[in-house]
């Protein structure tokens, strides 16, 4: 399937693309952008990307593959970051990760049948003052503890 930014998020890369002397720097933004009108990066949006930044797809894609937050397949409605790295791992990391994955039925990196959830294991998000902490989408839940968690996830499965 072909893909092509919108005009508005062209406009959007546009500006980053302005703020350095060569095009390449805003390849992050512009997945972000390509993952966020596609819901993750296809070979069409990598494609469209090197395109637009001169860049080879090896490029690209080399980038992609180094991010953890980009996908390339279709995560779910709620995508849930759970860190396991040495703070959160030292209070409750690891529990808070097996009690995500069983409520869920799911493991590292896939999605659940009605496509709500999807569960990635992650390292340090740069929130340890707070840990442990998981992240939904772009929301960061911090000083969790199993019935936090337990919230987290009811509150979730009601809005769909
Ligand atoms: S170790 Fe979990 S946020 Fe830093």
New binding site residues.
Partial sequence: MNFKFTEENLNRIQKEINKYPVKKPAVMAALYVGQEQNGYISDEVIKEVAGLLEMTLEEVLGVVTFYTMYHQKQMGKYHIQV???????LRG?YEIWDQVKNKLGINNLEVSEDHNFSLEE????????????IAVNEDYY?NLNKEKVEEILESLSKTN
């Fill in positions: 860190c396991t790295n040495v703070s959160c791992m990391g992650v390292e340090c998000m740069g929130s340890c003052g707070t840990a442990p902490m911090e």
